[in-house]
């Protein structure tokens, strides 16, 4: 607990100090939430960073906006992560430009929660495709340019709903769970090569996907504030009875990326205020 208190960090904050600087990374569904503020804090302490997102409005929107605040160059590629050829040609990119690669975190994906009986092939295969897909195709594109390092950082975004699902929770407590359990394999697999494997668990965290509802919600209820909105939205979380801010979780994905989490791979870590039932 001491160490998470330790590294959390705020806009404009104070550095980690995790010894990232010329350390190349890559951060897919980087445009918004955590995966955002993972690239600022990294870029803050001193990676070059690539985000890769689909909406390229939202990616130069984002560029700007990084840059702006950390005086670092940020890299941005407009890819769909459940199309391999896309993923092969711009992590390509990448490397031809910073001639490797050392840290990856797949983000990509947004909640789909519903009733079994709700279920169609185009739920199913567009979040499994996004969430589980989407991370193998992007790991089997950046391993090469890791083995070769000699070393390298692969951080999973899952959610503890991929350890103890929900009723109403399919497809993402699917996809989550086969995330979690691809960390594992992963992780035992390229062990050898000096590559570690982890995945973050996330859970109630302010974001895009949480002000789409809100908005929805102010088209009937005007009078609803964002912060009641989110105090609402938090009143069940045990630590702080309060929705998580994205940095909270982006600190931890860039401590796992660093040298200073050097003796951690294979292991899935919640960051939800206290909410899972499961450890």
Do not use: W
């Not at 390229?56 to 199309?83: F, G």
């Not at 295969?125 to 193998?136: C, Q």
């Not at 609402?232 to 796992?256: Q, W």
């Not at 050097?262 to 939800?272: E, F, K, L, M, R």
Request: proline content about 2%; some cysteine; aromatic content about 4%.
């Amino acid at each position: 607990m001491l160490i998470i208190k330790k590294l959390i960090v705020t806009k404009g904050g104070n550095k980690l100090n995790l010894n990232l600087e010329n350390k190349i990374a890559i951060i897919t569904g980087g445009s918004d939430g955590i995966g955002k503020e993972t690239a600022r804090i990294m870029s803050e302490e001193g990676a070059k960073v690539s985000i890769f997102a689909r909406n390229l409005e939202n990616l130069e929107k984002t560029k700007s906006e990084l840059e702006s605040l950390t005086s670092k160059e940020i890299d941005i590629y407009s890819v769909d992560v459940r199309d391999q050829k896309s993923i092969k040609t711009a992590v390509d990119q990448v490397i031809n430009k910073n001639k490797k690669i050392d840290i990856l975190v797949n983000n990509a994906g947004t909640s789909s929660a519903h009733p079994i009986m709700d279920i169609t092939d185009e739920i199913m295969s567009d979040d499994i495709g996004t969430k589980l897909y989407g991370a193998i195709y992007m790991i089997q594109a950046v391993v090469p340019s890791m083995k070769k390092n000699g070393n390298g950082s692969i951080v999973n975004i899952t959610t503890p709903g991929g350890k103890a699902s929900g009723a109403k929770t399919v497809p993402t407590s699917v996809s989550r769970a086969a995330g979690i359990s691809l960390t594992k394999a992963t992780a035992n697999e390229l062990s050898e090569f000096n590559i570690r494997v982890n995945t973050v668990c996330v859970g109630l965290f302010k974001s895009g996907q949480h002000r789409k509802r809100y908005e929805e919600i102010i088209k009937t209820d005007k009078n609803l504030t964002i912060d009641e909105f989110y105090n609402d939205l938090g009143k069940n979380v045990p630590l702080g009875n309060r929705v998580g801010e994205a940095e909270e979780a982006a600190s931890l994905i860039t401590y796992l990326s660093s040298s200073q989490a050097s003796y951690i791979s294979g292991t899935a870590i919640n960051v939800d205020g206290g909410a899972s039932p499961v450890v």
